[in-house]
């Protein structure tokens, strides 16, 4: 196995790269893929991940290499990556040399259906992949009417452009509660909840009638669900999302240093007490939810690696995982047009984390609950070092 290990790796280099890069393609070629019929296209519900923004053209939301990873599509027509299509197939190149032909994300069924008031369940939540779905309940964040947005942040941007043309609204309870069960009968299995940010007594009442409503739909009393917040100023306010029934909770930090926090996070700085009062609340979240159960998320690229790395080996002492995803300069944040760091910066970032983790004594299970979607770098060398991909079992029937 040390050998296919070895060549997962390899990919492993190639997805970051990828992923940091985006990749080209001339959309016309989409033409050939029954996009929103068998296979998914993009629902700009919270972010633009793509490089550039393209409203009124729908594009796929990601793909699947032969070895079983999956890979984003970020546009960018700048990149030395393309897809291309010829002759029936998809295939990724660099510099025009082909590397593997990729099958694009299938659609979910329950993306077909409609809630009971009539609304589209794919704008409810969005499906993330290997049973994970995401519901944006607000796509917009309450700190653009102060000029408090965090930097790195395009919710609101992405809402002024996406808002209106894909019919992004408001998730009331019983929406989400419809659309969770038809999805957990198809196989899904963790559920975030995440938004922008909403008065904290709003907030907490709304999770718990979401949590409710997903209780009743679905008829599990643990759904595997993700409260993602802000640190609230009552820290007894935490107790009250375990009684709803969430496995997990997240507040996302996204900066350690507490200098840089202050400018490349106004609103939360502000609205939440400050970092101090930001980390307090985590550790006190570690106490409620247990180990490996809250998550503190970071805008891995934006501070240097050697700070990043001490909030990640910090927070792992308390019980506490953290999320380093690649910074992804989004269109229409404060923070366009700058670059992330190389992708080698960034993968070393991924393995030092994992490593970390490990530890710590978290497994994958526990990086999967607490993350919107399983596909992650960490997430992978997870599934490398613990087999789990589809290679492995292919592998082993041979042997």
Not at 15 to 34: Q, R, Y
Not at 86 to 106: A, S, V
Not at 285 to 299: D, E, I, L, P, Y
Request: hydrophobic share 35%; aromatic share 12%; proline share 4%.
């Amino acid at each position: 196995m040390s050998n296919i290990k070895e060549k997962l790796y390899k990919e492993l280099e190639l997805k970051n790269k990828v992923g940091i890069e985006g990749v080209n393609f001339n959309p016309a070629i989409f033409k050939h893929l029954d996009l929103g019929g068998k296979y998914q296209e993009q629902v700009h519900v919270l972010f633009e991940f793509d490089h550039e923004s393209h409203a009124g053209l729908d594009l796929p939301c990601g793909y699947t290499s032969p070895n079983g990873f999956h890979y984003n599509l970020n546009w960018d027509r700048r990149s030395s990556y393309s897809i291309e299509y010829e002759n029936g197939r998809y295939y990724l190149t660099h510099n025009g040399h082909e590397i593997f032909p990729i099958e694009f994300d299938h659609r979910p069924n329950y993306y077909n259906l409609k809630t009971s008031d009539g609304t589209d369940m794919s704008r409810v939540a969005t499906y993330n992949q290997d049973g994970a779905i995401f519901v944006a309940y607000s796509n917009e964040c309450a700190l653009k009417e102060k000029g408090l947005d965090c930097l790195f942040c395009n919710i609101n941007a992405t809402k002024d452009t996406y808002g209106e043309k894909q019919n992004i609204q408001w998730k009331y309870p019983k929406q989400i509660g419809e659309t969770a069960a038809v999805a957990y009968n198809e196989g899904a299995r963790h559920i975030t909840i995440s938004g922008g940010f909403v008065p904290e007594r709003r907030e907490v009442d709304y999770y718990i009638d979401v949590a409710e409503a997903i209780q009743e739909h679905t008829g599990l009393e643990d759904f595997n669900g993700t409260a993602v917040i802000g640190a609230p100023l009552d820290l007894e306010v935490i107790d009250r999302y375990k009684e709803a029934g969430y496995r997990t909770i997240a507040m996302n930090l996204e900066i350690w240093d507490k200098n840089m926090y202050k400018t490349i996070c106004p609103g939360k700085s502000e609205q939440c007490g400050g970092w101090d009062h930001w980390v307090k609340s985590l550790e006190y979240a570690a106490k409620v939810f247990g180990h490996g159960r809250v998550r503190c998320g970071f805008v891995a690229g934006i501070e240097p690696k050697k700070s990043l790395l001490e909030g990640v080996e910090y927070m792992a002492s308390k019980g506490i995982v953290c999320l380093t995803g690649a910074w992804n300069p989004n269109p229409g944040s404060a923070l366009e047009g700058h670059r992330t760091p190389e992708p080698e910066w960034h993968l070393d970032v991924s393995q030092k984390s994992f490593a970390i983790f490990k530890k710590a004594g978290f497994t994958y299970n526990h990086y999967y609950d607490i993350a919107p979607s399983p596909n992650f770098l960490v997430h992978d060398i997870y599934k490398i070092e613990e087999e789990l991909l589809p290679i492995f079992k292919k592998e082993k029937s041979l042997v």
